[in-house]
C-alpha cells in the first residue's frame, strides 16, 4: 500500500519527476560514456603501440638488455624460432638486428636505431609495411642496399624516397663502421616519438655489415591477446636463460595509462554521483516540504513514522528504478551504436596522433560498468531521499494541521 | 469514555507566552453528541488536539477508556490515534492520489484487517455516507461536502471509540453542512458513536445533544439538551 501509495505520488507533479528521471538518467549516461570513451582511448593506444612497435612478446638475451652489446645475440635463436613456428597460438615472429648509429644525409643528421628485418616476417608481426606511403617495404632496390625512414626523420635530414643516406656506428671490436643506404620509403606512425628514433634496413645487409649473425630480438604476435600472459610463462619454463617480456612490461606506460584512467573515472564518477545526490535531495525536500499538510494528517490518523519514512524513500526509489534502466539503455544504444561506427575525432588528428591515438574511437564499455554505476545510481538516490525522509519524520502534526 | 482533568496548555516560544487553556476539567460519555464552541481563539482546536492525542497537554491527564494519553510516547500515541480515535480535520483530510474507496481501506491497512474485511466495511461504510457511486473517485473528482463525507467514512473505518471532527462544516455550503451533520447524527443514533465536534456554526450548534462553550481557555458554560 506505501508502495503503492510512493508510486502514485510520484506522477503528481510530473514535471518535476521528470526532470529528477532525466537527470538520474543522463547522470548514468554520462558516466558510462566516460568510462567508455576512456576504454575505448586507452584499448586504441594499447592495440596500436602493440600493433606498430611492441607486439606481444619480445625476447632478448639477457645481456643485451643489460649492456647492450652488438655480440649479446640470442643464442638459442634456432632452437626458439623452430618452437615459435610449430606453436599454434603463435600468429607470426619476426628477428631483428639492432644497431644503435649515426645517421646523416648532405641535409643533416641524426641519431637512430637500425633495425635489421625480414620484411616478409615483420608484415606478419607489425603493420609497419602499412604505414609506408611509397608501398616499398626494403623490396624493390637496385646496388645501394634499401633503408625506411620515417617522415619525421626524412625531415629533418632533408630527405626523400631515393636521398643516398650514411650510417656510422662502430663495431664490438671498437672499429668504426660506415654504412651506405638508399631510402626506398617512408613511413610514419602514430608514435612520433618512435618514429624519429627507428629505421628499418633488410636483416642481410646489417648482418653483413656488423659481421654478426643471428638477432637481438624476436617479437612474437599472437592471435589471441589475452594468451599472452599465459604463453609467456610458457616460454619463460621453456628457454629460462631468454628474457622473456609482453607488451606490458615492455611499455609499462600502456598500463599506468589505464591505471591513470580508473583514478579519473572514480573522480568522475564520484562527482556525477554527488551532483545526482544534490537533485535529488532538493527534489525530494521539496515534495516534501509542498505536502507539509498531507503528511501531517497520515500521522495524525495514525500511520507511523517507519510508514512515512518509507513512502518517501519508495518514492526515490521509483525515479531511479524509472531512470536507471532509461539510462542504462540509451547508453547501451549509444555505445554499441559508437563501437561500430566509431566517434570521428579527425578535427584533432594532429594532436592525438603525438600520443599515439588514431582519429577514430571506438567505445569499449564492460559489462560490468553497467551493473556497477546501476547500483551506484540507486545507492546515491536512496542515501540522499534519506534527509528529506527524516524531515519529513520531525513534522508536528498538530502545527502542520494548524497553518492553513 | 474521554476524562479529562485539570488540563492547561501553555505555548511558549522564549518569546510569547500564550495560555490556550487553563484548567479544562471535562467528561465525555459513549454516545454523545456534543459540540465545543467559542470565539476564535477560545481553545477549541488545541483542546480537541489535546483529546485526540496530537499534543500534550502541559499539566493535567487526557484518559481515553483505561489510557492515560498524557504518558504516551510520540509513537504510542500514533498507535492510540490509530486504534481509537477516528478524525474529520476542516481540510486535507484525503489522500490526493488515492480513490475514495482506497482512502477509507487506508486505515485499516495500517491495522493489517484482512482484504474481505476491509471491502466488506469499506462498501458498507460508503454506502452509510451516501457515495456508493463515487467509490472510485479522486478527491479532486469530488465536491467538498462528499470529500468530507469519505473523510467521515475514514474516521469510521478504523472502528475507533470515538471521532473528533475540528470545523469539519466550515469549508461547506449549507446544503452539505446539513447532508453532513445527517450523516454524522445518523451514525451517533444508529451506531452510537462518539462525535465531539467543534464549529462557530449555529445551525451546527443546534444540532448538537451537549454544547460545550469555552472562552479564553475555560469552559464558560456545559449545556446537556
Ligand atoms: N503553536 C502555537 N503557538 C503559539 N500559540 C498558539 C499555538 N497554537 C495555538 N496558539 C494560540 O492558542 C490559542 C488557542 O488557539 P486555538 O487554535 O485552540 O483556538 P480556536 O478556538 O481553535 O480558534 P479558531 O476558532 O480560530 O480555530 C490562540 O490564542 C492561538 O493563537
Ligand atoms: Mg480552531
Redesign the interface.
Known amino acids: ?1 506505501i508502495v503503492k ?1 510512493a508510486f ?2 510520484i ?2 507533479n510530473k514535471l518535476r519527476s521528470w526532470v529528477v528521471i532525466t537527470a538520474i538518467a543522463l547522470g548514468i549516461f554520462g558516466g558510462l560514456a566516460v568510462i567508455s570513451t576512456a576504454t575505448g582511448l586507452s584499448k586504441m593506444r594499447q592495440n596500436n603501440a602493440i600493433r606498430t612497435y611492441v607486439s606481444h612478446l619480445q625476447l632478448h638475451d639477457s645481456a643485451y638488455l643489460k649492456y647492450g652489446r652488438l655480440d649479446d645475440t640470442i643464442n638459442q635463436q634456432a632452437d626458439i624460432i623452430t618452437y615459435l613456428e610449430k606453436s599454434k597460438k603463435v600468429k607470426g615472429i619476426s628477428p631483428r638486428l639492432k644497431v644503435e648509429s649515426f645517421i646523416q644525409s648532405a641535409g643533416g643528421t641524426s641519431g637512430v636505431i637500425l633495425n635489421g628485418i625480414d620484411p616478409e616476417k615483420e608484415r606478419q608481426v607489425t603493420d609497419l609495411a602499412e604505414q609506408c606511403i611509397a608501398g616499398n617495404f626494403l623490396e624493390r632496390y637496385k646496388q645501394k642496399p634499401p633503408i625506411i625512414i620515417s617522415q619525421k626523420l626524412a625531415t629533418k635530414l632533408n630527405a626523400r624516397v631515393k636521398t643516398t643516406i650514411q650510417c656510422s656506428f662502430t663495431n664490438n671490436m671498437g672499429v668504426p663502421i660506415t654504412g651506405i643506404f638508399k631510402v626506398v620509403d617512408i613511413f610514419s606512425t602514430s608514435n612520433s616519438m618512435y618514429d624519429e628514433l627507428n629505421a628499418f634496413v633488410r636483416l642481410e645487409d646489417l648482418q653483413n655489415l656488423t659481421s654478426i649473425q643471428g638477432s637481438h630480438e624476436i617479437a612474437v604476435v599472437l592471435h589471441e591477446e589475452k594468451e599472452v600472459e599465459q604463453f609467456r610463462e610458457e616460454l619463460i619454463s621453456k628457454f629460462p636463460n631468454q628474457h622473456i617480456a609482453s607488451w606490458r612490461g615492455i611499455a609499462p606506460d600502456l598500463g599506468y595509462a589505464d591505471k591513470m584512467m580508473d583514478l579519473v573515472m572514480t573522480l568522475f564518477l564520484i562527482i556525477i554521483m554527488l551532483a545526482l545526490a544534490f537533485g535529488i535531495v532538493n527534489t525530494m525536500l521539496m515534495a516534501v516540504l509542498e505536502r507539509k ?2 503528511l ?10 517507519r ?1 512515512v519514512f518509507w513512502m518517501i524513500i519508495w518514492e526515490s526509489i521509483f525515479l531511479a528504478l524509472i531512470a536507471g534502466p532509461l539510462g542504462i539503455f540509451s547508453t547501451y544504444l549509444a555505445v554499441n551504436f559508437f563501437g561500430r561506427v566509431g566517434i570521428d575525432l579527425s578535427f584533432a588528428a594532429q594532436g592525438l596522433r603525438s600520443i599515439g591515438l588514431e582519429s577514430t574511437l571506438f567505445p569499449i564499455l564492460d559489462d560490468k560498468y553497467y551493473v556497477i554505476i546501476s547500483i551506484l545510481v540507486i545507492i546515491t538516490a536512496i542515501l540522499s531521499c534519506i534527509y528529506p525522509a527524516l524531515k519529513a519524520l520531525k513534522l508536528n ?2 502545527e502542520t ?2 497553518t492553513a | 469514555m474521554i476524562k479529562v482533568t485539570h488540563v492547561t496548555k501553555t505555548y511558549d516560544d522564549g518569546k510569547v507566552r500564550v495560555e490556550a487553556l487553563r484548567g479544562i476539567n471535562v467528561e465525555i460519555k459513549n454516545g454523545e453528541f456534543t459540540a465545543i464552541v467559542g470565539p476564535s481563539g477560545s481553545g477549541k482546536t488545541t483542546l480537541l488536539n489535546i483529546i485526540g492525542g496530537l499534543d500534550t497537554p502541559t499539566e493535567g491527564n487526557v484518559i481515553i477508556g483505561e489510557t492515560n494519553i498524557a504518558h504516551l510516547s510520540e509513537n504510542q500515541l500514533i498507535d492510540f490515534r490509530l486504534n481509537h480515535i477516528g478524525f474529520v480535520f476542516q481540510s486535507y483530510n484525503l489522500i490526493p492520489v488515492l480513490t475514495a474507496k482506497e482512502n477509507v481501506e487506508f486505515l485499516m491497512l495500517l491495522q493489517n484487517k484482512s482484504e474481505a474485511e476491509r471491502d466488506e466495511r469499506t462498501t458498507k461504510l460508503l454506502k452509510a455516507v451516501g457515495l456508493e457511486d463515487q467509490i472510485n473517485k479522486k478527491p479532486n473528482e469530488m465536491s467538498g461536502g462528499q470529500q468530507q463525507r469519505v473523510a467521515v467514512a475514514r474516521a469510521l473505518a478504523s472502528k475507533p471509540d470515538f471521532i473528533l471532527a475540528d470545523e469539519p462544516t466550515a469549508n461547506l455550503d449549507s446544503a452539505s453542512t446539513a447532508n453532513l451533520l445527517d450523516i454524522m447524527y445518523r451514525l451517533n443514533q444508529e451506531e452510537n458513536m462518539t462525535f465531539v465536534f467543534s464549529t462557530h456554526d449555529q445551525r451546527v450548534i443546534d444540532r448538537a445533544k451537549r454544547v460545550i462553550t469555552i472562552e479564553d481557555g475555560k469552559i464558560l458554560s456545559d449545556e446537556i439538551r
Do not use: D, F
Not at chain 1, 296 to 305: A, D, E, T
Open positions: 500500500m501509495i502514485k505520488n506522477w503528481r499538510k498531507e501531517g494528517m497520515l500521522i495524525s490518523v495514525g500511520m507511523n513514522k510508514k502534526p498538530a494541521l494548524r
